[in-house]
């Protein structure tokens, strides 16, 4: 069957750095997402990783290693605002989205 | 401003009752997708539709239909709601079905009694 992977929940501390993983295993790779979903509210698009490597956006970095089926979203000096919850989702073969739970990131001062 | 609008916010419905959740998006995209999201699981897909006039189901598409007569509204109709439908609704849509980022709705809350 096809997985995704990730931490139900992380905490951190204003200002600081924290990684959040996603593993996977699904039928197929057509790429990588990460949304971000403050409480009661709709996701949002982050990023997008096809290839491996690093793609860096401001704070927030999303790395990618297909041979592992590994990701990662780093958020570097976190503010009170991005305490949400982080969704990784992989698009399969069949260009379908697999999602993951998600992970609820709290931010404390 | 752009975006897809949902209908309505909340909703609470007696067992056995039909129900349509609305969704229209005004960005003209093909794709566009109902999802439910449950505590502790991920977004499931219910049903799709790569373009106007045609729809797929997803994981979970029993207990649920779906139109899309035109590009710009898929309503989701629940024909006979069942208190395991209680969840939130998300309308979601995309400008293909490659890889483009997911646009949602504000969501619908429905509670089945």
């Known amino acids: 069957g096809q997985n995704i992977d990730q931490p139900t929940e992380m905490t951190a501390t204003e200002g600081a750095i924290v990684q959040i993983n996603c593993t996977y295993q699904?039928?197929?790779?057509?790429?990588l997402f990460w949304y971000q979903q403050h409480a009661g509210e709709a996701p949002t698009f982050l990023s997008y990783?096809?290839l491996d490597g690093l793609e860096e956006k401001g704070r927030f970095s999303s790395f990618l290693s297909r041979s592992k089926g590994y990701s990662y979203l780093l958020l570097k000096e976190l503010q009170m605002k991005d305490s949400a919850s982080y969704l990784c989702?992989?698009?399969?073969?069949?260009?379908?989205?697999?999602w993951g739970a998600g992970t609820k990131l709290i931010i404390k001062p | 401003i752009a975006g897809i609008t949902q209908a309505p916010t909340s909703q609470i419905l007696a067992a056995g009752r039909r129900m349509t959740l609305r969704c229209t998006q005004d960005?003209?995209?093909?794709?566009m997708y109902w999802y439910r999201q449950d505590l502790g699981l991920g977004l499931r897909l219910i049903h799709y539709?790569?373009?106007?006039?045609?729809?797929g189901k997803g994981e979970v598409p029993d207990g649920y239909s779906v139109s899309r007569a035109n590009t710009d509204d898929f309503p989701l109709t629940l024909a006979s709601a069942v208190p395991s439908q209680t969840s939130v609704y998300f309308c979601?849509?995309?400008?293909?079905?490659?890889?483009?980022?997911?646009?949602f709705g504000n969501g619908t809350r429905l509670t089945v009694t």
């Open positions: 699904t039928s197929g790779f057509n790429g």
């Open positions: 990783n096809v």
């Open positions: 989702a992989v698009m399969d073969s069949n260009y379908q989205l697999i």
């Open positions: 539709s790569n373009t106007a006039g045609t729809t």
């Open positions: 960005m003209r995209h093909n794709a």
């Open positions: 979601a849509s995309s400008d293909s079905t490659g890889n483009s980022p997911l646009h």
